[in-house]
């Protein structure tokens, strides 16, 4: 069962960075592209950022690009995301999820929540 | 960006009674290599979605018989034939024929 497994979410201050991470395990993670999405509270689901199952390709949400970053180390089976110059509005629950076909989400996390706040 | 249109924005059904939810896009989700690329998920209550239906009416695997999805070009439907209480959540359909990636705003079914 494919299993996908966010860490590093929390509290931050407006402007601060975090780096998430997504540990993936049950299926061959170098195959096939990832993706995160995230969920602010109460709100519906907001795609974020894609990256090739080699890491060589990535593409973002045009509220992220330039603040955001994707990327992935086949090596560990882990997947991350680094969010620089947070807002208040990148608060949310984040989700990694695998990508199917045309980069579909199939599988999902649980989510991590990053809350941004002063 | 396609605009992805759900309604309605809620649904009370009662257990072992049908539902339908509908899904438009503001552009056609014909791919030129003839998949449509429209997909369902479900979120349970404090749960990540959950893939249900992939290219419109084919079932993710493990989703029930009960759950059917119809449509092509720029309108779908998601139909549940008898629902059970487990069906209680949010849908969200979402196409990926071209990023970004958009979902609708997804359709509350409730049990009554």
């Known amino acids: 069962q494919v299993q996908l497994v966010e860490s590093g979410g929390g509290v931050v201050q407006p402007g601060r960075s975090l780096t998430l991470s997504c540990a993936a395990s049950a299926f061959t993670f170098s195959n096939y592209g990832m993706l995160w999405l995230r969920q602010a509270p109460g709100k519906g689901l907001e795609w974020v950022a894609l990256?090739?199952?080699?890491?060589?390709?990535?593409y973002y949400a045009d509220s992220v690009k330039g603040r955001f970053t994707i990327s992935r180390d086949n090596s560990k089976n882990t997947l991350y995301l680094q969010m620089n110059s947070l807002r208040a509005d990148d608060t949310a629950v984040y989700y990694c999820?695998?990508?199917?076909?045309?980069?579909?989400?199939?599988?999902w996390g649980q989510g991590t929540l990053v809350t941004v706040s002063s | 960006d396609i605009v992805m249109t759900q309604t309605p924005l809620s649904l009370s059904v009662t257990p072992g009674q049908p539902a339908s939810m509908s899904c438009k896009s503001s552009q056609s989700l014909l791919y030129s290599d003839g998949k449509t690329y429209l997909y369902w998920y479900l979120q349970r209550p404090g749960q990540p979605p959950q893939l249900l239906m992939y290219e419109v009416s084919k079932r993710f695997s493990g989703v029930p018989d009960r759950f059917s999805g119809s449509g092509s070009g720029t309108d779908f439907t998601l139909k549940i034939s008898r629902v059970e209480a487990e069906d209680v959540g949010v849908y969200y359909c979402?196409?990926?024929?071209?990023?970004?990636?958009?979902f609708g705003g997804g359709t509350k079914v409730e049990i009554k």
């Open positions: 999820a695998k990508a199917g076909v045309q980069r579909t989400p199939d599988y």
């Open positions: 990256v090739s199952s080699d890491g060589t390709n990535n």
């Open positions: 979402m196409q990926s024929i071209q990023l970004p990636l958009t």
